[in-house]
């Protein structure tokens, strides 16, 4: 079965800084798909990254980047120059091609201080 | 910039009574999803569907609930008789691409309250 798990309940960085959310991940498929999401207080579900398991490359958007590491079954995110909108919920997700359903973390609540 | 749409926002409703969630998926998008989170809890999925016809569900998504596409567009999902436990924020996700493993966006969520 698949399984999510983010240690990290809540974090906080200064505005500006960078800030690294851990997830890991343990998933039997070979094929599969890994997504961090963004959660504000308005409770909406905001994609912020994706990560595809078979490229080596790890991703990047603008001020958010990953750490994939494939044998470690790890997926971080990593966040720079933190701003206040940045404060949220952050969820690690995962979904295999054969399901389609996406499994999620506990969430990380980040706070952004100025 | 195409997006998912939830209706509505917020219901209230008193145990036992049927409930139904709309939502209207991105317009070219041919996979669709429910997902719960009760409130401080993760998020969880519900049902898959896919085709007209349910992919996967998962244990929570017992005879209670049921799912729809009735008009081509909407896709629904109704709670027969609702239980005090089934107040959550539910989204809906819809995925466009040729693998279910394509990235799913999210609606902005119906808030449920049950009394």
């Known amino acids: 079965a698949q399984t999510v798990t983010q240690s990290q309940p809540e974090m906080s960085v200064q505005e500006a800084e960078t800030v690294t959310l851990s997830c890991t991940y343990d998933?039997?498929?070979?094929?599969?798909?890994l997504f961090w999401y963004k959660q504000p207080p308005s409770r909406q579900m905001i994609l912020v990254i994706r990560?595809?398991?078979?490229?080596?490359q790890n991703a990047t958007e603008n001020r958010f980047s990953v750490n994939f590491q494939k044998a470690a079954k790890s997926f971080s995110l990593k966040i720079s120059d933190s701003q206040l909108g940045d404060t949220a919920m952050y969820f690690c997700?995962?979904?295999?091609?054969?399901?389609?359903?996406?499994?999620f973390g506990q969430g990380t609540t980040l706070q952004v201080k100025p | 910039e195409p997006e998912v749409t939830q209706t509505p926002s917020h219901q209230v409703t008193q145990m036992g009574q049927e409930v139904i969630l709309r939502c209207v998926p991105i317009?070219?998008?041919?996979?669709f999803y429910w997902y719960r989170q009760i409130l401080g809890q993760k998020v969880e999925f519900l049902v898959s569907?896919?085709?007209?016809?349910?992919?996967?569900k998962s244990e929570i998504f017992d005879d209670q609930f049921s799912v729809e596409r009735p008009d081509g567009s909407n896709f629904t999902l109704k709670i027969r008789s609702t239980k005090l436990e089934d107040s959550a924020m539910y989204f809906c996700?819809?995925?466009?691409?040729?693998?279910?493993?394509?990235?799913?966006?999210f609606g902005p969520g119906t808030r449920l309250t049950v009394l």
């Open positions: 997700a995962s979904v295999t091609s054969n399901t389609g359903k996406l499994i």
């Open positions: 998933t039997s498929e070979n094929n599969y798909y």
């Open positions: 990560q595809e398991a078979y490229k080596q």
């Open positions: 317009s070219n998008h041919l996979y």
């Open positions: 569907f896919y085709n007209n016809e349910i992919s996967e």
């Open positions: 996700a819809t995925g466009a691409g040729t693998t279910t493993a394509d990235t799913q966006y």
